[in-house]
C-alpha cells in the first residue's frame, strides 16, 4: 500500500497558447508522516521517437509531509520550442508528471496534449515554418493515464538495504491495462 495517495489533479488554464506556463493543482493525501521530501516532476515529451528530446520542465520539492490532506498549484515554464524538431511541435505528444520518494518514482501521470494553430486558415494551410506563437496547446485532462510503481517509503526499515523493484513491469494495475479511472475530485480538501 501506498503511503501518498493522489487524490485530484485538475489542470488549470487549459487550453492555452503553447508559450503559456503549465499549472495544475493538486491534491494527495498522505497516510503516514514521511522524514523526506516528495519530488514532484513534469516532463513534455517532444518526440515520440526519440527520449533525448524530453524537456525537464520543472522539479519540485514539497515536504517533509505529515499525516493529512494538501493541495497545492504545480506551475511549470512551457517547454523551449528551439528543442523541439520543427515537425514535432504541431500534433499530438504527452506531458508526464511524476511523484517520487527518497529517488523512488511511485506515480506517474501521463496526458496527451495536442498543439495546434488556434487560427482555422493556418489549420488549413499551415506555413512553411511553424509560429510558434498562434500554436494553442489543449490538454487531454479528462483521460488521464495514472500508473502506480510499488516503492519502500522506509528504506531504513529494510535490514538488507535493499529497494524494491520500480520497473513499470511491476507496476499496480487498476483495470488490467495499466491505467486507472479518471482521479476523483469528490475528496478535494485544503492542507
Keep these: 500500500m501506498s503511503a501518498v495517495n493522489i487524490t485530484n489533479v485538475t489542470v488549470l488554464d487549459n487550453p492555452a497558447a503553447f508559450l503559456n506556463p503549465f499549472q495544475f493543482e493538486?491534491?494527495?493525501?498522505?497516510?503516514?508522516?514521511?522524514?523526506?521530501?516528495l519530488e514532484w516532476k513534469l516532463i513534455y515529451v517532444g518526440s515520440a521517437e526519440d527520449e533525448t528530446y524530453d524537456q525537464l520542465l520543472e522539479s519540485v520539492l514539497v515536504g517533509p509531509v505529515n499525516v493529512g490532506n494538501y493541495r497545492f498549484v504545480f506551475q511549470a515554464d512551457p517547454p523551449d520550442p528551439s528543442k523541439i524538431r520543427e515537425e514535432?511541435?504541431?500534433g499530438v505528444t504527452v506531458l508526464l508528471l511524476t511523484c517520487s520518494y527518497l529517488g523512488q518514482e511511485f506515480v506517474r501521470v501521463g496526458y496527451y496534449v495536442n498543439n495546434d494553430y488556434d487560427d482555422e486558415q493556418l489549420r488549413e494551410e499551415p506555413p512553411q515554418k511553424v509560429l510558434v506563437d498562434r500554436v494553442q496547446r489543449n490538454i487531454l485532462a479528462d483521460k488521464p493515464r495514472v500508473t502506480k510503481f510499488p516503492i519502500n517509503f522506509h528504506p531504513e526499515n529494510n535490514k538488507h538495504g535493499e529497494q524494491p523493484q520500480t520497473s513499470p513491469d511491476h507496476a499496480i494495475e487498476a483495470n488490467g491495462n495499466g491505467e486507472e479511472p479518471p482521479l476523483s475530485s469528490d475528496h478535494q480538501s485544503d492542507g
Design 88 to 90: 514535432d511541435i504541431i
Design 26 to 37: 493538486i491534491s494527495y493525501e498522505c497516510l503516514i508522516p514521511l522524514k523526506d521530501d
